[in-house]
């Protein structure tokens, strides 16, 4: 099942000589349960490409689906963007930006408090996702008292909360050492695959590239080709 689809999107900045096409037509697709790591130079398109994903920006032309619906297209939302990423997307950055003056339980609970009240039994799946990743017995620290890799960990788990259909990560490992960065990579594929999440990381970190199932390549705004032997993405 395809969770995400980004068709022909293009996205330009500036106008006249000084224009730039941040994405030419780029056209990717995720499956349910995929983790896939999107590589290029700095200024290739990466991040673009994942803020349109995200609906954070919005491409001029092309349009983004999200289980098969179509959210955003040339230029315009289909729906109100807040509550899309809200309910349907998990976001993951450098820095976890975890609430200072919040346990490891309650920043997790976040998302789903700004939603309405939390259950019982979300409290209890919260516990036992915070288990998984290895922090069952960090639910009652604050963030200043864990590590790099920890708190990355709570970032993970606040994103994957509210169930989303897709996690967007924006180099997630660039501030943590190699074990580390590992831990965290191999972590998000273990609980978005259970959850069935399809999972995008912008990564530089050639350290964790054969933790992906997939990595594509942007260049200028476009999608390179994949080596030989490589599925492209989105083809079938």
Partial sequence: MIRIEARSLSRTYGQGPLAVKALDR???????????????????????????????????????????QIVAKNGKFHGDPATLRRQRIGFVFQRANLVPFLDVLENVLLPLRLEGSVSRQDRSRVETLLARLDLGDRLRHTPEALSGGQRQRVALARALVARPSVVLADEPTAALDAKRGREAILALRETSREAGAAVVVVTHDSRILDAFDRTIELEDGKLLEPPPGHTALGST
Avoid at 38 to 48: H, N, V, W
Wanted: glycine content about 16%; hydrophobic content about 40%; aromatic content about 0%.
């Fill in 26 to 68: 780029v056209s990717i697709a995720v499956q349910a349960g995929e983790v896939v790591g999107l590589l290029g130079p700095s200024g290739s398109g990466k991040s673009t490409l994942l803020t349109c994903m995200g609906l954070l920006d919005v491409a001029e032309e092309g349009e983004v689906r999200i289980d098969d």
